[in-house]
């Protein structure tokens, strides 16, 4: 049985007529939009329809001679290859299937092993635009697809054998390599059988890309081989292109003049290139069955790029001769026929079949022979001749990307990439560019902004901690209030409105999770970047190089970042406005790791449209006088908070069976030298069915309790990630888990003598998408009573509720600083308890009482009220002022201690993980649960210990570690039953 391909996958397996169709009827948008990218689906979709209208009129007129006929040849690599459908089956695309290449079988287009493989169709976002206009130009445009690998006289012979077929003359509009596939066939036809040749961007007399696709160094042949999990680009262009006669036979003609002669074996550098010697010997013939070009031929020549015009020799490789005298891959003296009417675009050799002007001029051409869209001069202006060698082409398109575990977005952007849409327009004048180096603090540099990257559930620090005792404490308020995201790509924008800073705004990119983060992502992330400030006509922006501190090489970061910076100037910043882009640093070595990555990047391929000088300074440090005393806008705790670690865990949607899953957990560890660590680990469900069994209702010894623990962090965790965790033991760990994640006890973790909860202390993150911003009184937390909000025994079934708002009342009856109002029984309605939230005159509340848990609407969990009404996290969202803190203290009127271990037990983890996650996106900052009923005597230590410590002005994380000793000295393992979501630098109350 066939497997069907996924439906987000479908554009890749869809045939062309089917794709054509969908674009036409608006069927499979997700993965068109994806495989297009969205711009360039929504003008698909547009040309789709109209061409649709023109072949109706057309098929209502009676008596009409059916339209010309139009062949499209495209150009190498052009044309998607696979195995062709059986009856029944779909057909099965190798190139380009980006799971397939993703899984190491690009191998098997290698000759002669990969004979067998078939042209099925065209690379529909290079060449859907070209047949859609050309049909609502009144043409029956068709595309004739080729096995690129082969040779041209085999593919002109099997081009002339289908031309021959049709029942009257045709045109051909050949793009590239079809270009000479044309001609060949043209050399075996009657005049009569081919009416108009119109060649795009061919390369008459070869081009320098086989060279490099040779050598592993073509950028689109890298772009191609980061998809590639198995194997590097170096091992694909030995042991795949180099198989391909049709590569060869692109390379250069014959030039005396030139160093290097590439049809001579020894001319060849090794081991960086592995060239078929019998393949080389037989591409020096291969133009000479080309037909000459007639009256019947038209040109189309891409001009203004910066292109490869010659070869020679450097430092044991090739280096390269670029001045803008192409379209980027084909020189302009090796596009251009003698005799032949030539038109001009200034345009990527890529985008050539998608620029509307070139395909109106092709239409003309094929009408009248004569072309009004294009001009038919170009005066070439002064040129400037640089060198790239092969050394600084490896530098690019170096990290791998993992198709499988991109979003919708990503995939898109990646696409988009491939397509050959994001050429440059060379018309427009070069970029000019100041680059600047600046070392000192960030907070000191002077712009019209500083940017700086926030990953998803992580506390800002570095930069962004610099920049924040500036701004009285602004962004660490705007953190635990949750109004940063960190989503990839998304961007906060604040205006400094500090004299102690210089720069004019702050703006924050969302960088997502930290074990997500990689050079795509680093990319858009700097793309969306640029394209807010363009559109604010900012001139200049300081920033950092984002993901450093996660183990991101700084020769990484800043490549990632600039191709994303200047992607987006191109699209966004028409006018030019923006001219200088500062990089900070604060590190004398990393200082030198910058000024030699941005010297080896300068003149590469990421500066192909843009010319930039680059510069140092040294950041003036801002005067005392001028700086001041800092004002924090929340309240410092009275104890440092110590690192924290970031442990993220998750379950892989993709590789769940029946007997296991498999949790994937990644590492972000803390201090100057953080890494990122990233493990999977495959669990049977029946060795954590035991492991929750046996959690019962918290029945545990001291002893017992550290066996549970270890059992979990063994079961749960890859060996490489509990030894990395033990290098982490100083830090506090917040662990950021998903839904399944959620309902296991990570407070009993233990590995070898290290239980983290009883340590600096575990708090918790909840990796879900749209949580409320939190909200709390601002003028609450800089009062010095700590008001409780003590609601006891709603439901008045649960004595040992009551029993416990008895004790804590009598506690705290003597104290000033600490204050609790009880509402108990009948008392304790729903719109009594709204009322209390929305008054804004409690720091905390206090619950003991029932819980109710939705199995299918989890944020319609809640607690119960008096009459059985439910109070969830939903119905907070409307309330301006909440309290800082939910305390949840779990009672039943039996505890699970003697319960059935099994689904009870799992149920209740699920309760307390979905009445967490209602009220935090309700807009509760900080969730305090139990997973079971706590002992009376462990529940009165934790409280008293907990409210003490935030009266003191302590940090919540360093009052809920208090607290959980506090039950361990009076000889009970409750202290293990307490989860924290929220941060644990949140100061409730000032000191």
């Excluded at 005799?339 to 890529?350: F, R, S």
């Excluded at 050394?391 to 990503?410: C, E, I, N, P």
């Excluded at 949790?663 to 680990?681: D, E, Y």
Aim: charged share 20%.
């Amino acid at each position: 049985m066939t497997k069907r391909p996924n439906p987000g996958e479908w554009a890749f397996h869809a045939g062309d007529a089917a794709v054509l169709h969908a674009l036409e009827t608006g069927q499979h948008e997700a993965s068109l939009r994806e495989f297009f990218g969205l711009d360039a689906y929504t003008d698909l979709t547009a040309l789709a329809a109209q061409a649709a209208q023109v072949r109706s009129r057309r098929a209502k007129r009676r008596g009409a001679s059916p339209p010309h006929r139009v062949l499209i040849l495209p150009g190498i690599m052009g044309s998607k290859l696979g195995r062709a459908r059986t009856a029944g089956a779909t057909s099965k695309v190798l190139w380009i299937d980006p799971l397939r290449i993703a899984a190491g079988q690009l191998t098997q287009l290698a000759l002669p092993r990969g004979a067998g493989l078939q042209p099925l169709g065209v690379m529909l976002f290079t060449y859907a635009k070209i047949k859609l206009m050309l049909d609502i130009a009144g043409f029956d445009a068709r595309f004739h697809a080729y096995d690129w690998r082969l040779s041209l006289s085999d593919l002109g012979t099997q081009l002339a054998e289908r031309i021959l077929k049709e029942d009257r003359p045709v045109s051909v509009v050949a793009h590239s390599m079809g270009g000479l596939v044309a001609r060949a066939a043209l050399g075996l036809l009657p005049k009569r059988s081919v009416r108009r040749a119109v060649l795009i961007g061919v390369p008459n007399a070869g081009t320098y890309a086989p060279v490099q696709a040779l050598c592993g160094t073509y950028p689109a042949v890298r772009k191609i081989a980061t998809l590639d999990l198995k194997h590097s680009v170096e091992f694909l262009a030995k042991h795949v292109f180099s198989s391909f006669p049709g590569l060869y036979q692109l390379l250069p003609a014959p030039d005396p003049k030139m160093p290097v002669n590439v049809y001579d074996p020894g001319a060849w550098p090794r081991p960086q290139s592995h060239p078929d010697v019998r393949l080389l010997k037989q591409a020096m013939k291969a133009r000479d069955a080309l037909a000459p070009p007639d009256e019947r031929f038209a040109q189309i020549v891409g001009i203004g790029q910066d292109t490869i015009v010659g070869i020679h020799r450097f430092g044991g490789g090739f280096g390269y001769d670029l001045k803008p005298a192409g379209d980027g891959t084909v020189p302009l003296a090796s596009a251009l026929l003698p005799g032949v009417p030539a038109y001009y675009v200034a345009e990527l050799h890529g985008s050539l079949t998608n620029h509307s002007q070139v395909i109106h001029c092709a239409a003309e051409l094929i009408k009248t022979g004569r072309g009004r869209a294009l001009p038919q001069r170009w005066t070439q202006g002064r040129t400037r001749t640089r060198a790239v060698t092969d050394h600084q082409l490896r530098t690019q398109f170096q990290a791998k990307v993992d198709w499988r575990k991109l979003d919708s977005a990503g995939r898109e952007r990646l696409m988009t990439q491939f397509s050959g849409n994001t050429g440059a327009s060379a018309s427009k004048p070069r970029r000019k560019i100041e680059l600047r180096i600046a070392y000192g603090n960030i907070a000191d540099a002077d712009g019209s902004a500083l940017v700086l990257g926030i990953f998803r559930n992580v506390t800002p620090g570095g930069a962004a901690l610099a920049v924040d005792q500036r701004l009285n404490g602004a962004i660490r308020e705007f953190t635990a209030r949750r109004m940063f995201s960190g989503e990839a790509g998304q961007i906060f924008a604040m205006p400094a409105g500090s004299r102690r800073l210089r720069a004019k705004s702050v703006v924050f990119a969302g960088m997502g999770d930290f074990d997500r983060f990689d050079a795509q992502t680093q990319s858009f992330v700097s793309e969306n970047v640029v394209r807010t400030l363009a559109h604010t006509r900012m001139h200049d922006f300081v920033t950092v190089l984002f993901g450093t501190g996660s183990g991101v090489s700084v020769a990484d970061a800043v490549a990632n970042q600039l191709r994303g910076y200047f992607h987006a100037l191109d699209a966004a910043d028409a006018s030019y406005e923006l001219r200088r882009i500062t990089f900070c640093v604060y590190d004398q070595r990393r200082l030198r790791q910058l000024r030699t990555a941005l010297r080896t990047l300068i003149g590469g391929e990421i500066f192909t449209d843009v010319d930039a000088t680059l510069s140092e300074t040294t950041l003036r440090v801002m005067p005392k006088a001028v700086l001041g005393k800092p004002r924090p806008s929340i309240p410092t705790t009275a104890t440092p908070a110590p690192p924290t670690a970031y442990l993220i865990l998750s379950q892989e949607p993709g590789l769940l069976t029946d007997d296991r899953i498999c949790v994937r957990s990644s590492l972000l560890s803390a201090g100057a030298k953080a890494a990122v660590l990233s493990s999977r680990q495959a669990i049977r469900r029946h060795d954590l069915d035991a492991l929750l069994n046996d959690l019962h209702g918290g029945e545990f010894h001291e002893r017992d309790l550290k066996r549970y623990g270890e059992r979990l962090g063994v079961l749960m965790l890859h060996h490489d990630m509990r030894e990395a965790l033990l290098q982490s033991k100083a830090s506090h760990l917040a662990v950021v888990h998903d839904a399944a994640m959620s309902q296991l006890p990570w407070e009993t973790l233990s590995i070898g003598a290290w239980t983290p909860a009883m340590a600096a202390g575990v708090s918790r993150r909840y990796a879900a998408e749209n949580l409320s911003v939190a909200r709390w009184s601002e003028t609450r937390r800089m009062g010095e009573t700590l008001e409780v909000l003590l609601v006891a025994n709603p439901t008045q079934d649960l004595p040992g509720a009551q029993a416990e708002a008895q004790r804590l009342t009598r506690v705290f009856a003597g104290r000033a600083d600490i204050r609790l109002h009880v509402v108990q029984g009948a008392q304790a309605t729903r719109a009594r308890l709204l009322n209390d939230f929305r008054s804004g005159a409690f720091d905390v509340l206090h619950y003991a009482g029932h819980a109710h848990f939705d199995e299918r609407e989890p944020q319609r969990s809640g607690i119960v009220c008096a009459k059985e009404e439910i109070l969830s996290g939903s119905d907070l969202a409307a309330l301006q002022s909440l309290p800082a803190l939910v305390f949840f203290n779990a009672c039943e009127s039996g505890r699970l201690r003697a319960a059935r271990p099994g689904r009870r037990i799992r149920r209740a983890l699920a309760a307390t993980d979905g009445l967490a996650e209602s009220f935090l996106r309700g807009g509760v900052a900080n969730y305090l649960g139990t997973y079971w009923p706590v002992g009376d005597d462990a529940a009165l230590a934790f409280s008293t210990a907990l409210y003490s410590s935030i009266v003191a002005g302590n940090a919540l994380g360093y009052a809920i570690n208090r607290a959980r000793a506090a039950v361990r000295a009076a000889h009970s393992c409750d202290w293990a039953d307490y989860m924290h979501y929220g941060s644990y630098e949140f100061a409730i109350k000032g000191p």
